[in-house]
């Protein structure tokens, strides 16, 4: 079955650190990737996605996100935090499902912490 | 506003009594799911609607009902609510034609069941 995963649980890191939130997965077809975050109390936000070309997608807030697809994949990163970027990142995975509809599949989530 | 809409936000109920969550979108969107969320476990979908009448079962669909009536409306039934469902619902939906699976998240659903 496919799956997610994402290496670190939880991460606090400095204001000013650079980050690196690891993603995997397991499916050797065609997906595309995505990262959601959810800040404290509020619904998952659309971070960044691929779908094909540039591996090295862009994102909203200086987030950015690097395919590798022969290590499986998705590594997300950004050269300096904030504390606002408290928040939880899930990774996820949409793959072909039988009904003709790509289902997404997410990560258990990194919980992150800046911290002033 | 394009918007994925979830009532009620919190809801602290007992052991048994039934209870709706309902969801609607304002996007026009075919598919429709609704997933949980708890703590170490990321987000597991219990299920899906791909349009209006079909509906199908996610990953955890035990102890869960939903129907399809309207395309803009997928409600949530908990008919005999236990504490081990307690948890933290979202409601979700996407286009299907053409589409990369892109979710639009409601503000979510925090259950509490004694």
């Known amino acids: 079955a496919q799956s997610v995963s994402q290496h670190n649980h939880h991460v606090i890191l400095s204001e000013a650190a650079s980050l690196e939130l690891g993603c995997n997965y397991s499916?050797?077809?065609?997906?595309?990737l995505f990262w959601y975050v959810q800040y404290p109390g509020q619904h998952l936000q659309l971070l960044l996605k691929?779908?094909?070309?540039?591996?090295l997608v862009k994102g909203i807030k200086g987030f950015e996100a690097e395919f590798i697809k022969s290590k499986f994949s998705f590594n997300l990163r950004k050269p300096s935090v904030q504390w606002s970027d408290t928040a939880e990142y899930f990774c996820?995975?949409?793959?072909?499902?039988?009904?003709?509809?790509?289902?997404?599949?997410f990560g258990a989530g990194t919980r992150l912490a800046v911290h002033p | 506003e394009a918007q994925v809409t979830q009532n009620p936000r919190y809801l602290i109920t007992v052991t048994g009594k039934k209870l709706t969550v309902t969801c609607s979108q304002n996007?026009?969107?075919?598919?429709m799911s609704w997933y949980r969320q708890d703590p170490g476990l990321g987000l597991r979908q219990i299920y899906y609607?791909?349009?209006?009448?079909?509906?199908d079962k996610g990953d955890v669909p035990e102890g869960y009902k939903v129907s399809r009536k309207e395309k803009r409306n997928f409600p949530l039934i908990l008919e005999s609510p236990s504490p081990n469902q307690t948890s933290l619902y979202f409601c979700a939906s996407s286009l299907v034609s053409g589409s990369s699976g892109e979710l639009f998240f409601g503000e979510g659903s925090r259950l509490t069941v004694l």
């Open positions: 996007m026009n969107h075919e598919y």
């Open positions: 499916y050797g077809g065609t997906v595309n």
């Open positions: 691929y779908f094909s070309g540039d591996p």
């Open positions: 996820a995975v949409n793959a072909p499902f039988s009904g003709g509809y790509n289902k997404l599949i």
């Open positions: 609607s791909m349009n209006v009448e079909v509906t």
